[in-house]
């Protein structure tokens, strides 16, 4: 990198943060959603039908 200016160098340094940010984001966002996966398929079908039910009654009496 030291045959390059400094104003050059600098903005490959920036390319280089956000290269690396936008990968930890995308991380994050995979560990999000796998932990709502896993919750979701906690459920058992029995559980699932009660709640739909619930939110059914609770739509049609508003």
Known sequence: MEDYPKPMRQRMRWWKVLGLAGLAGV?????????AERQRRAY???????????????????
């Open 27 to 35: 991380a994050a966002t995979g560990v999000v959603v796998a932990r």
């Open 44 to 62: 058992t079908p029995e559980e699932i039908r009660a709640r739909l039910r619930e939110r059914h009654a609770k739509a049609s009496s508003s």
